[in-house]
């Protein structure tokens, strides 16, 4: 009875642990949202100091954002459709997810180049200057992604479909950090709406 009580207990012990490599990137995620927060800070605090230059913004940054956000749907279908080992839509989805991965990689260059166009470059005010670094960071942070979701399709590509812990809890990590830098640029694209 002791021995069945204390395995009962290891048990609950191994389900309430986080898994390590899930924690470190719960604590990247953290720490990349303090980076932003100072950004974002720092862009109210020297905006209200005068010199600002008020301009609007290309609506390529519109479209990235129904990019992003459709991807995040993709990438969390795929994993679903991982899980119940439907492996055709699987691979169909992470496919589509790192088209649009890339896809936002794209239109934001592209909005950086109609900024360009209009006059409105990197050094031409702090507010261009805040908007091309916001933006080229979380750019930074979605290639990072989008490496992660080409290894994925790769390994779906070229490994029998098997359901596994680790591919399992990879795919996992995959999908949380693409939700997080889609609610991330969420969070950024409204700020720099708002602050327009």
Request: glycine share 4%.
């Amino acid at each position: 009875m002791a021995s069945a009580k204390s395995m009962a207990l290891k048990t609950k012990e191994k389900r309430s642990r986080i898994h390590p490599q899930k924690f470190a990137l719960w604590v990247a995620c953290a720490s990349m949202i303090m980076f932003f927060a100072a950004f974002t800070s720092g862009y109210i605090v020297r905006r209200s100091a005068g010199n600002w230059l008020e301009f609007v913004m290309p609506n390529l940054f519109f479209y990235n954002t129904i990019v992003i956000l459709l991807s995040s749907i993709t990438l969390h279908s795929a994993y679903v459709a991982f899980k119940k080992m439907n492996t055709k839509l699987f691979k169909i989805l992470l496919g589509v997810s790192l088209v649009l991965g890339i896809a936002f990689l794209v239109l934001q260059y592209q909005a950086w180049i109609a900024l360009t166009e209009n006059g409105i470059e990197l050094t031409t005010n702090p507010s261009s200057s805040f908007l091309f670094v916001i933006s080229g960071f979380h750019a930074a942070h979605v290639l990072g992604g989008v490496v992660a979701i080409m290894i994925a399709f790769v390994k779906a590509m070229t490994q029998k479909h098997e359901v596994t812990p680790i591919r399992k809890l990879r795919l996992e990590l995959t999908t949380q950090y693409w939700h997080f830098v889609d609610i991330l640029w969420l969070y950024l694209f409204i700020f720099l709406i708002v602050q327009q």
